[in-house]
Every structure is written in structure tokens, then in C-alpha cells.
């Protein structure tokens, strides 16, 4: 990713004393030395700091460190200390997320990662859908909605610190990638246009801010930086994604996927970028299934089913007893029932392939993974046709919106190099199976790369290589945005992406070559 370059450094000063014929302030001897450390940028010393120097410099002999922070015009003296006082310089990185938010707290000096803590969303008591936050905060519940993740972000920032042994004013930066809501949520801006035509959020970019600005227990001198966005569906966290994969660095052409309650989609390289995002991913994340649940333990995460005697095998998050089906779960049995025939092409139930499975349940056929016996709560984990029908369209969705922005720029996916799919859904779901339905082109495995949290991972590296801020307003700058909910061949298309895994098999050969060995 490049070499350590923080956004923090941490600078020793020997001082001459003061004597006749050398009568500067202690502001202008520690101004003095920093401009033979800090060439060319300017350094600025807050008043608070300057107070406590005529003290300070005789108490530490002269011999001081100072930590500096970068404000994105220069550099701020955020601490002076003893040089033997043995102080942490510390970063804290937030994935602000709308069901879980991810801080992870760093040592700015070695660029490691101290603490990782995950945290559910306090807003989710607002709505499990973003819209309805969106309504909430029209309804006068802004100041709340902000109020909750500030005060998140500050119990968070405690406890990390307090794991490791340092205060919490230990922590001089923070870096926040999110999606646009939830940044207007915590900068407490007006989300009310982001969600309706013609999907124009209160802003784009953010300047740095203080601590004060927001409330947050950090550093006082310190800084934050909000990843900007470039539209109402596309935030700071597909911002982050970019940097995590470098895919804006490289020759090769590369597409990155972050699928959650939408499907976000970059494509391009070191000199083009276009991206878009649509509505796709909702039943691919669990949660409006009959039995779909979050990655949790008890979560079923991979589905096996015997072609030649349709048994069942499947396997749960921490070998629990199963619940329910999370993402990675629901993507696997559907291709497992389509390649056993279980459902035809058009995710039609084939009650007579494996009647001992499938059952009415609430006026509605359904088929069984797990059987009551089997189960955590002595309910059946199952599938209904509604469900399937709910699977075939967000899976539609995706395949669609990926295939309009590679023919948006005239090439296919096999001119594709890298294919980054990123969050937990990157990290869980088997790529082959995917294909199999229909959700990800038919390329060579191996050009899948799962990312992990690439909105972590982006947000750490603003805090470890300061020319992260010129890279940052370079991909804002060069990223086309398409507007999927304008578009007339998106839905042209979706039509034809109804089906398993599509009318056209010619796209998907290798899953055709298969269906035929069967």
C-alpha cells in the first residue's frame, strides 16, 4: 500500500536555553526549530498550547516532543511534553456503517492496529432501513440521530483507549467513511433531498473539523476527516473501497462491488473511473427473508445438495444449531436447488423433485433445509417461493446494474483484471455460486478478490499515508457517476436477468456446460 507516512508525527526538539543576546519567546524558539524539521508548510501553534510554554520548556530542560497533526493546509501542534514523558500517538479509523459501525484505533508511529471494535448502529431503533431514518430526520429527529453516533463514537473511542492503556486525548485523528445518509447523519445535515429527485445531498465534500465541532472526545487540537461523497448512493465508503483496492492506481482495468441494502459498483483504472449504485441488495443480505437473518452464530453460511439423492448438508456461523440464512447462505442453497433441479429457470418450485421437503406453510410452498428437530428454536428453516422470487430479483438487479456500466464504457467482462467484492458479503460468499445464479458475470475465478471491510481499510490508510487527501480529490474528481434510477436500459435489461442464471446461457457458459453434465 505504500510507505508509512501518517497524518501524525511525533517530533523531538533540543532548545537552546535563553541567555543575553538570545531573548526569542518560547513560541519563537519552538517555531524556530520546527522550521528546520518542517520544510516549505506552515505550522500552526494554537493558543492554549502557546500558554503553557514559559513553563513547560524550562521544567523539560529545553528537551521537548511535539506532536504534530495535518489539517490539510499545513501542520498543527497538538502537544508539547517533556521529551521523556512516554505519551501514545494514536488514530482512530470509524467505518460508520448503518447496521454495524467499525472503529479501528492505531499507533500512528509503527502504522499498527491496536484494537478493532465492532458496535451495532444505535440509529437501527430509528428504522432498519435508511429511508426510514431519513423520515425520522425530517420529522425533527436530526439532532437525535446525530446525538446517537456521537455519543457511539465517543463511548467507543474510551473503551479502545482505555484497552491499550491510553487517555483518550491520546487520539490526535480520526477518519470516517460512511455512505452519504449516515455522514450527513453525524455531521447533523439535512438528508431530506438525498432520497428524492433530483437526489441532491446537503454537500459533497467536507472540510476538516475539530473535535468541538461535533462533540467527540479526542485530542482538543486534533482533526477529523469525513470522506466525501460523490452522490446521494455513492459515499465515502466506496471513496475508501477505491483507496483499499488501489484500483485507481493501477494499469489494469478492475471492478469493485460493495453490496449491502444497494449494490455500490466502481469500475475503471489510474485513468477513467465510472461508478453507480442501485437498489439490489436487500434479500441478498437476509433480512427480508422468511427465515434470513444477519451473520450471526447460528446463521447458516453454506448450503450443500446431493444431485444424486437431494440430501442436505449445511454448515452454521460457530457450528451452532441453526436459525436462520444469512447472505452467503441464501446464495448457496438457491444455486444448490437449481442445480439439483429442485427450481427450474424461472425459480419455479419443483414440489414432486423432493416431496418429503417441500411443504405449505402460511398458504405457501416452502422448502425445508432444516427441520424442526434440527433447529435452535424448533422451528423449521425454510424457503418459500415468495423468497426465491425476492432472491431471483435482487440477484437480477446486480447482474443488470454491473453489465450497464461495463457496456457504458464499450467493454465486456472479460476485459476485466481484477474483480474486488467488498464488505463481509465479499468475504463469505463462494463466487462460483454466484455465477451459478446469475448475480457475477462467468470469468475465471481467480480474478475475484475478496476485499473484507474496504471502507475500514480505506479509512485507515487516509490515517497512515497523508497523500491520501491529493488521491482522495483526484478520484472525485475523475469519477464519472451514473444515475441507475434514471437510466431506461437498466430496466430493459432487468428483465431478461429474471431468470437462472439468465435467458441468455451464452453469457453464462460454464454454468450451462455444467446444467448439461447434469
Not at 386 to 405: E, P
Not at 425 to 451: C, S, V
Request: charged letters at 25%; glycine letters at 10%.
Amino acid at each position: 500500500m505504500g510507505d508509512l507516512d501518517p497524518v501524525v508525527k511525533k517530533v523531538g526538539l533540543e532548545l537552546r536555553p535563553p541567555e543575553l543576546g538570545d531573548n526569542r519567546s518560547p513560541e519563537k524558539r519552538v517555531r524556530d526549530a520546527l522550521a528546520g524539521k518542517i520544510k516549505d508548510v506552515p505550522v500552526h501553534l494554537p493558543l492554549k498550547i502557546s500558554r503553557l510554554l514559559p513553563t513547560l520548556l524550562p521544567d523539560a530542560g529545553y528537551n521537548v516532543s511535539v506532536v504534530l497533526s495535518f489539517d490539510g493546509c499545513g501542520w498543527r501542534i497538538c502537544r508539547c511534553t517533556g521529551a521523556n514523558e512516554q505519551k501514545r500517538v494514536l488514530g482512530l479509523a470509524v467505518d460508520l456503517g448503518s447496521t454495524s459501525v467499525v472503529f479501528y484505533l492505531l499507533d500512528l508511529e509503527t502504522g499498527n492496529t491496536l484494537k478493532t471494535l465492532s458496535q451495532e448502529n444505535p440509529q437501527r431503533v430509528h428504522g432498519e432501513d435508511i429511508l426510514e431514518r431519513i423520515i425520522f430526520a425530517q420529522r425533527g429527529g436530526l439532532g437525535e440521530l446525530q446525538r446517537q453516533v456521537v455519543d457511539l463514537f465517543n463511548e467507543s473511542a474510551i473503551s479502545l483507549c482505555r484497552q491499550v492503556g491510553a487517555e483518550v486525548t491520546d487520539i490526535f485523528f480520526m477518519t470516517v467513511a460512511g455512505n452519504t445518509t449516515m455522514c450527513h447523519f453525524l455531521l447533523g445535515l439535512d438528508p431530506s433531498h438525498i432520497c428524492k429527485e433530483p437526489y441532491i445531498p446537503a454537500a459533497n465534500r467536507f472540510d476538516f473539523l475539530s473535535p468541538e465541532d461535533l462533540g467527540l472526545k479526542m485530542n482538543p487540537h486534533g482533526c477529523i476527516y469525513v470522506l466525501p461523497n460523490v452522490g446521494s448512493y455513492f459515499g465515502g465508503d466506496l471513496i475508501a473501497g477505491i483507496l483499499a483496492s488501489m484500483m485507481a492506481e493501477k494499469e489494469e482495468i478492475s471492478l469493485l462491488v460493495d453490496v449491502g441494502t444497494n449494490a455500490e459498483v466502481v469500475l475503471g483504472n489510474k485513468d477513467w473511473l465510472v461508478a453507480c449504485a442501485g437498489a439490489a441488495g436487500p434479500a441478498l443480505e437476509g433480512g427480508i427473508l422468511s427465515c434470513g437473518m444477519r451473520a450471526q452464530p447460528g446463521a447458516i453460511e453454506r448450503v450443500e445438495i446431493s444431485p444424486e439423492d437431494l440430501s442436505v448438508r449445511y454448515k452454521t456461523i460457530e457450528d451452532r444449531p441453526p436459525k436462520g440464512l444469512c447472505g452467503s447462505g441464501i446464495i448457496d442453497l438457491l444455486a444448490a436447488m437449481f442445480e439439483a433441479g429442485l427450481v427450474d429457470q424461472t425459480g419455479k418450485l419443483m414440489i414432486q423433485k423432493d416431496p418429503t421437503r417441500m411443504r405449505q406453510i402460511n398458504n405457501e410452498w416452502a422448502y425445508i433445509v432444516a427441520t424442526e428437530s434440527e433447529t435452535a428454536h424448533g422451528e423449521p428453516v425454510y424457503i418459500t417461493q415468495s423468497d426465491i422470487k425476492n432472491l431471483i430479483r435482487s440477484k437480477g438487479a446486480m447482474y443488470t446494474i454491473l453489465n450497464v456500466v461495463i457496456q457504458s464504457v464499450g467493454i465486456t467482462f472479460d476485459d476485466i483484471d481484477n474483480f474486488y467484492v467488498a464488505g463481509a458479503f465479499g468475504n463469505y460468499i463462494d463466487p462460483e455460486k454466484a455465477i451459478t445464479i446469475g448475480m457475477l458475470p462467468d470469468i475465471p475465478l481467480d480474478r475475484f478478490k475478496p476485499l473484507g471491510n474496504s471502507a475500514g481499510m480505506g479509512a485507515k490508510r487516509v490515517l497512515l499515508q497523508k497523500d491520501s487527501f491529493a488521491r482522495i480529490e483526484d478520484i472525485c474528481e475523475r469519477i464519472t457517476y451514473l444515475e441507475m434510477n434514471v437510466r431506461g436500459d437498466f430496466m430493459n435489461q432487468l428483465t431478461g436477468a429474471l431468470f437462472l442464471p439468465h435467458t441468455d446461457l451464452t453469457r453464462f457458459p460454464n454454468v450451462a456446460k455444467r446444467l448439461n453434465l447434469r
